[in-house]
């Protein structure tokens, strides 16, 4: 357990809507990561941070923002949803330089109807 | 730049049969490569690294991996299936030079099936 959890774990919403979640950390970890997970896409990099307002774009990150204000939150804004941000949302944490492996948090289920 | 290709999305065992998934990647450095294994409705799970020390890894649950770098490939290996194994695996580059961000970049999957 690396000490992730992610919430709401599941949601529903309608288009148009903007949305929020919220990843939290309790071991006070440098980097984290937001994905997204389709089926047969794998997992795909939305945005990340490597510090406390230190943020950069993965490779899907149209669509969405993230903020961390504090080390141990890094939150996901949806400012709009749309139907094709239906997905399982994965944050993750890495240790530091010297550790790639990341750790995954529990996931949240977001349909957007 | 970092790719994974997973060359199956589906392999299914029999229960005590051996388990081959098959991963070959692309990456501009020397790499760190990783498994994950993701049961249904479950987070994503750290199985093995490989961090250019030993080339052949051993993970948990009996699973182990083997870098070739000749033919650029990492795959996984078990033994002896278990039912318990069935579940979706991921393998994963990460760019390890010149970069301290750390991104990974995952292939789509093997679904692994385990029969009675």
């Not at chain 1, 406390?52 to 504090?70: A, I, M, Q």
């Not at chain 2, 948990?60 to 979706?88: R, V």
Request: glycine share 8%.
């Amino acid at each position: 357990d690396a000490g992730i959890t992610q919430s709401p774990r599941h949601k529903v919403t309608e288009t148009g809507t903007p949305v929020t979640l919220r990843c939290h950390q309790t071991e006070n970890h440098r980097y984290m990561y937001w994905y997204r997970q389709d089926p047969g896409h794998g997992l795909r990099l939305i945005h990340y941070s490597y510090g406390v307002k230190d943020t950069d774009k993965g490779e899907v990150s149209d669509g969405y923002s993230v903020s961390r204000s504090k080390t141990e939150d890094f939150l996901l804004t949806l400012e709009s949803a749309t139907s094709s941000q239906t997905s399982v949302y994965f944050c993750a944490i890495r240790e530091g330089e010297g550790h790639n492996e990341q750790f995954f948090g529990p996931g949240t289920r977001l349909t957007v109807l | 730049a970092q790719s994974v290709t997973q060359l199956d999305s589906h392999v299914s065992v029999s229960e005590g049969t051996p388990v081959l998934l098959r991963c070959n990647y692309s990456s501009s450095y020397s790499p760190s490569l990783f498994w994950y294994v993701q049961h249904p409705n479950k987070g994503l799970q750290l199985l093995l690294k490989y961090t250019s020390a030993a080339t052949l890894v051993k993970g948990i649950n009996g699973f182990e991996a083997e870098f070739k770098k000749s033919e650029t490939s990492f795959h996984l290996t078990k033994p002896s299936a278990h039912m318990s194994d069935a579940a979706e695996y991921f393998c994963v580059v990460s760019d390890t030079r010149g970069s301290t961000l750390g991104r990974l970049y995952f292939g789509r999957g093997t679904q692994l099936t385990v029969w009675p």
